[in-house]
């Protein structure tokens, strides 16, 4: 019984220290590389304003902003587009990941086939998409930055807090 309490007195100190001043989250990992081989750069530089300004999936409840992401950091609250992948409306495949939590991609897990995905373009035009497949992929995959002769969205998101768990990916055409 004694150490059943200076066990529980340790884990409730522990508990209620104070959490650390830490950097926003960096991924212990380098980011992917594109399937041709070729290293990304941190700050791409081919694309300073993307075309795209949100992406909503109703179904899943899901009404994000678009940003330009960098492959190793997630935003908060926006979806950031995969550097080096195509746009929505260009031929290929136009990747965006955000994190698992509620208001971002979180509502993925709740999407079905054929549910409709819709990015919002600057100009105001909505592209719509449609669910095609689901897939669970090691967290280092480079297959699902992969070009496609047509035009095809991929969305990323992870399956717990740990990095190196699998993806979860969308799929939509």
Do not use: W
Not at 17 to 40: E, F, K, N, T
Not at 113 to 130: A, N
């Amino acid at each position: 019984m004694l150490l059943a309490a200076i066990v529980g007195v340790v884990a409730l100190a522990v508990a209620l220290r104070p959490a650390p001043a830490q950097a926003p989250y960096a991924a212990s990992a380098p980011p992917l590389q594109l399937p041709s081989g070729g290293s990304l750069a941190a700050t791409p530089t081919a694309r300073p304003e993307l075309a795209s300004v949100r992406i909503e999936a109703p179904a899943g409840g899901i009404d994000l902003g678009l940003v330009e992401g960098d492959g190793i950091h997630v935003p908060l609250n926006l979806a950031a587009h995969y550097p080096g992948t195509a746009e929505p409306g260009e031929t290929g495949n136009a990747v965006y990941y955000a994190h698992a939590q509620p208001g971002m991609f979180l509502g993925l897990y709740q999407l079905h086939l054929g549910d409709e995905i819709r990015v919002v373009r600057q100009d105001g035009t909505q592209l719509v998409f449609h669910v095609t497949a689901f897939e669970k992929v090691p967290f280092n995959d480079r297959a699902v930055l992969a070009p496609t002769p047509f035009e095809e969205l991929t969305l990323l998101t992870c399956t717990s807090y740990d990095p190196f768990t699998p993806r979860f990916i969308v799929i939509a055409t």
